[in-house]
């Protein structure tokens, strides 16, 4: 990261210190063009999960360099509309403050790179909901059942964004566990991750990663290490959405 940008993040009372341990870090939201985005610090964390499937091994430590900001909900179909998205089909359950779904990965990073963002890494996504204590749900180590929308409570559908506000991770980003799958920006590959082998090429073909879970999965799909390739990029579910990124 630039000394300029470090510098702009301190003029406006921004620590950009590594982070060691979640309960170091306060919050920090700020609007983009409408939409409300929370700020990731920097620090490292153990990627993956030894008790998880196989494609969640090894484990292995990942560190973020550079802080950004991320979407503090999932994309909503009125932040869609209003930021002038385009999509070939309306979501399944509509809604304004529902996530847009039915959206391929080619349109959601189309979209994110409108609003000057682009889809996270998986290395982004992870840390953002397990951050340096590695926690196996974004809000602590056990299921909580009322702290996310997935099958057992979901009514066979999506809610509106930040409806389970106790689900809140420890930089301030909502649903993290449940409502719909996001799309990452990285290629579904092996473990352990990096960056360098190709995996972060948008031009490259493949299945993209989803992470997260949906309104329709059952509690061990929703943590945060869990890892999915439903379908080829190009195609679309009404339990995939996504959320932006953006660089500091």
Excluded at 168 to 197: F, K
Excluded at 205 to 213: E, F, K
């Amino acid at each position: 990261m630039r000394a300029t940008e470090l510098a702009t993040l301190e003029a406006i009372g921004i620590d950009i210190r590594p982070v060691t341990a979640n309960a170091d870090w306060t919050p920090i939201e700020q609007d983009f063009d409408g939409v409300s985005m929370v700020f990731v610090p920097m620090g490292c964390f153990e990627m993956g999960s030894a008790e998880g499937d196989s494609d969640e091994q090894p484990v292995h430590q990942q560190c973020v360099d550079a802080p950004f900001w991320l979407d503090k909900t999932e994309v909503t179909q009125a932040q869609f509309t209003v930021n002038q998205g385009v999509v070939a089909l309306p979501s399944y359950f509509s809604g304004d403050n529902r996530p847009v779904e039915q959206i391929t990965w080619f349109e959601a990073r189309d979209y994110c790179q409108s609003r000057g963002g682009r889809l996270p890494t998986e290395v982004e996504w992870e840390y953002v909901a397990r951050g340096p204590d590695g926690l196996t749900y974004p809000w602590g180590n056990e299921f909580i059942p009322d702290n996310l929308v997935y099958e057992e409570n979901s009514n066979d559908e999506t809610a509106e964004v930040g409806s389970r506000p106790s689900g809140v991770s420890w930089v301030g980003a909502l649903d993290m566990s449940g409502n719909v799958w996001e799309w990452m920006s990285s290629l579904y590959r092996d473990y352990p991750y990096d960056a360098g082998d190709g995996r972060e090429d948008l031009t490259a073909p493949g299945a993209r990663a989803l992470r997260g879970g949906s309104w329709n999965d059952v509690d061990n799909v929703t943590r945060a290490a869990k890892r999915y390739a439903f379908m080829s990029p190009d195609v679309d579910s009404f339990r995939i959405g996504f959320r932006c990124a953006r660089s500091s």
